[in-house]
């Protein structure tokens, strides 16, 4: 294929002399018509960087790997760091300069090797790799529309990982132990994390007293899972476990107390200045309680009030209205609002 490719390009009569010596008379135009043919007879990357290396008046690379090139699209000076810097460095040396030391940070050692480069190749030495540098260091190594090339890596296929299956259950689960404080009794708290010792566990789910709890992990033989917090502390609940293939054995679970969140209360009243006689809506909700009570707010100041709700009522006098909503483990949570009578 190289030496088709190279009979291709002989033929355009362009190269007479050999490339090094006549690069210097070829065109931009010239040059890209070689790159151009090159690619269309499929030649790889690192012969068509060569060849451009040679056109522009470079050595082109002898080695066994594929040519280095990269695109410079901005400035460089001292301070830049990154890609374009390591970038720089990699052909400098390819020029011939040594750039021992050099980083991706551009540093006064690397404005000195480029002062040697522009030296090189007559352009102002500044040290400052701006268009002119950029453009000599594009036209000696730039990818022309082939991307990034570096020497070639040599990956290893991906490791895939090693899953064990789980193990294949047909037949219903059983119950064995719990992580009961007192495993005799199989007391638990209300609201707290609890495990089941057993077999056929894998993807299973647990009640309590016919209430599905949240299992957090399961396998064959242990499973965990948090005790609803609803549960009330002294009572007694059957603790069971189902899967595809039935129920296990019911144990007895005590609750001993309860870790459950105090309760929770938005209350609103709109709007919350009336005139004398006007009329507002007091809004509510709660989270966590069992109980709620309104203080100084219509019939429900002397009963309980629903959970969450609404009402709207005539107002007479500015007052402050109070909800007190009781937890599962008798935490007391207010929350207040005022409504006040506007002032003719």
């Known amino acids: 294929m190289k030496k088709y490719i190279v009979g291709a390009v002989l033929s355009l009569g362009i190269l007479i002399t050999p490339v090094a010596t006549y690069a210097a008379g070829l065109t931009s135009v010239q040059i890209q018509s070689i790159l151009s043919l090159l690619s269309a007879f499929g030649a790889d990357a690192g012969t068509i960087v060569n060849v451009t290396t040679a056109l522009n008046g470079g050595t082109p690379s002898t080695s066994g790997s594929s040519a280095f090139c990269h695109d410079w699209n901005t400035d460089l000076t001292v301070g830049n760091n990154g890609d374009d810097v390591s970038a720089l460095n990699q052909a400098l040396t390819t020029s011939g300069i040594d750039t021992t030391g050099n980083t991706s940070l551009f540093t006064e050692n690397n404005a000195g090797d480029v002062v040697a480069f522009q030296s090189h190749y007559g352009i102002r030495q500044t040290g400052y790799v701006g268009p002119m540098t950029r453009a000599k260091l594009n036209a000696l190594y730039g990818c022309h529309g082939l991307g990034h090339i570096s020497a070639p890596v040599t990956t290893q296929p991906p490791v895939q990982p090693t899953i064990s299956p789980s193990p294949l259950i047909s037949a219903a689960p059983t119950i064995t132990s719990t992580s009961a404080k007192a495993a005799g009794n199989f007391e638990m708290d209300a609201g707290g994390s609890a495990s089941i010792s057993g077999t056929n566990l894998t993807r299973a789910v647990v009640f309590i007293g016919d209430m599905q709890t949240t299992v957090t992990q399961t396998g064959d033989t242990l499973i965990y899972f948090s005790v609803p917090s609803t549960l009330v502390p002294g009572q007694s609940y059957g603790l069971y476990v189902t899967n595809n293939f039935g129920k296990s054995n019911v144990v007895q679970v005590k609750i001993l107390s309860t870790t459950a969140p105090a309760p929770t209360i938005s209350l609103t009243a709109t709007p919350s200045t009336v005139n004398s006689g006007g009329f507002s809506t007091i809004a509510w909700s709660t989270s966590n309680a069992t109980t709620c009570t309104f203080i100084n707010f219509g019939d429900w100041a002397l009963g309980g009030a629903p959970l969450s709700g ?29 409504v006040l009578i506007a002032h003719s």
């Open 310 to 338: 609404s009402a709207t009522a005539a107002m007479l006098i500015s007052k402050q209205i109070t909800l007190e909503c009781q937890g599962a483990n008798g935490q007391t949570t207010t929350q207040s609002v005022n």
